[in-house]
């Protein structure tokens, strides 16, 4: 019996993950266990300073009160009965693509279980705020995740996939594309007269790097990104050298 | 003039940071930009769902009541006057080493500093509840960092900085360890017998590489990790294709 554990960062009650659950349970048992709110850009965050609680909701949908990572974890080692042969954690309205998936809530979920020796698949979705449709990228995830069931990855290696809207054009094997980052933070006055911060949007600044998830979804195709977990930038290992 | 920003995910109350700071001031204008209260594992987690608010404790001291990510941010786009030439962010109590990086609050402020394309540093000092003492390790990121502003780093990478307790014996360039992780995650009653559950301290499980930052300070070396942000798993890029 094939297993698979469902997770995201938009909850437990967003569309987009029981989408991807319905397009998976032809491939085995598939358990959800998410967020019990919105947990977007919190990164490949962990709590450890207050106890998580858990709540189901009907058969093999849980809600946990923290992170997707805190959901893998309580997952493995507390609700499911066996192993998970694959963890997926989607269906994240708008992409993640390049430098910003070290934000994503949706990748640490699958980056958390590369770390802890699984199977992973990380799955976003283009979004405006007038249109998703989850249906091409659920029915994308299962392809993968059947192949990826029969062929699994080498070591700590996990995949980023990013669906764009409208008209699919194909598949691509790509790489994480480079942004250049510029904040932008807005400044407001509260009807006390006293400061407060939001953080924008980032604006698009984005290499241009044919081989980049970026170019791939801009272009109407499915990116694949194969990440690992090591940030070592291996090259700079002689200049630290010089350095120290 | 030298202008250095400092950060941290322990909170600007930390001794930690002050010890920095005070260690770096020889070296230029240093201005503490820290959250309100500690965000440790926060990960690379930014605020989007809710404002922020800044206050300043003394010259030069701000607290965010956000993620050490936020603070980068806002302390760039809001509070300095110019931009630095250098982030560091620490001193963590406690090592950031291995696969952990990606969950740290410490790093993930001095890898929001390199995607916005500055010089910076990550400090990490061993703690044990009975001892520690961030004397070697604010002394060396400060001759660090003086090196740094010589010579920076090429591109989007930053120096992940682990101090052990005692005595030292050298600094070693490192790469990142690889730890085989297990989730521990313990069950409890509350007193209306409803179950909560907290994330264990991960078990210690890690791989023998004489390169690793783990191997280093575990031998009293200080250890030095050039990162960068590029997760893309290249050599897999391949095997992908034979999947889509």
Same mark, same amino acid.
């Given at each position: /019996?094939?297993? %698979? =554990?469902?997770?995201?960062?938009?909850?437990?009650?967003?569309?987009? %993950?029981?989408?991807?659950?319905?397009?998976?349970?032809?491939? #085995?048992?598939?358990?959800?266990?998410?967020?019990?709110?919105?947990? @977007?850009?919190?990164?490949?965050?962990?709590?450890?300073?207050?106890?998580?609680?858990?709540?189901?909701? *009907?058969?093999?949908?849980?809600?946990? &009160?923290?992170?997707?990572?805190?959901?893998?974890?309580?997952?493995?080692?507390?609700?499911?009965?066996?192993?998970?042969?694959?963890?997926?954690?989607?269906?994240?309205? *708008?992409?993640?693509?390049?430098?910003?998936?070290?934000?994503?809530?949706?990748?640490?979920?699958?980056?958390?279980?590369?770390?802890? #020796?699984?199977?992973?698949?990380?799955?976003?979705? !283009?979004?405006?705020?007038?249109?998703?449709?989850?249906?091409?990228?659920?029915?994308?995830?299962?392809?993968?995740?059947?192949? =990826?069931?029969? !062929?699994? /990855?080498?070591?700590?290696?996990?995949?980023?996939?990013?669906?764009? /809207?409208?008209?699919?054009?194909?598949?691509? @094997?790509?790489? !994480?594309?480079?942004?250049?980052?510029?904040?932008?933070?807005?400044?407001?006055?509260?009807?006390?007269?006293?400061?407060?911060?939001?953080?924008?949007?980032? @604006?698009?600044?984005? &290499?241009? &790097?044919?081989? @980049?998830?970026?170019?791939?979804?801009?272009?109407?195709?499915?990116?694949?990104?194969?990440?690992?977990?090591?940030?070592? &930038?291996?090259?700079?290992?002689?200049?630290?050298?010089?350095?120290?």
């Amino acid at each position: /019996m094939t297993r %698979i =554990l469902v997770t995201n960062d938009d909850g437990h009650l967003s569309p987009g %993950i029981h989408a991807l659950a319905d397009a998976l349970r032809p491939l #085995g048992d598939v358990v959800i266990v998410a967020p019990q709110t919105e947990a @977007s850009a919190v990164g490949h965050a962990l709590t450890l300073r207050r106890p998580l609680r858990v709540e189901q909701f *009907g058969e093999g949908v849980y809600a946990v &009160d923290g992170t997707p990572t805190d959901c893998v974890n309580i997952a493995i080692d507390q609700i499911l009965t066996h192993k998970p042969d694959l963890i997926v954690s989607g269906i994240n309205k *708008g992409f993640n693509i390049g430098d910003d998936v070290t934000y994503s809530g949706t990748v640490a979920g699958a980056l958390e279980g590369a770390l802890l #020796g699984f199977q992973a698949i990380a799955v976003s979705q !283009q979004f405006t705020r007038e249109e998703w449709d989850f249906t091409a990228a659920a029915s994308f995830a299962a392809q993968l995740a059947e192949a =990826l069931l029969k !062929q699994p /990855m080498p070591g700590r290696t996990f995949l980023n996939v990013n669906v764009p /809207m409208g008209k699919i054009k194909g598949i691509r @094997s790509t790489v !994480q594309a480079r942004r250049n980052h510029i904040t932008k933070v807005a400044r407001r006055l509260d009807p006390r007269q006293r400061p407060y911060f939001w953080i924008e949007e980032a @604006s698009d600044d984005w &290499d241009l &790097d044919e081989a @980049s998830d970026h170019h791939a979804v801009n272009q109407g195709y499915i990116s694949v990104t194969p990440l690992q977990p090591d940030l070592t &930038d291996h090259a700079a290992i002689d200049l630290v050298k010089a350095l120290i």
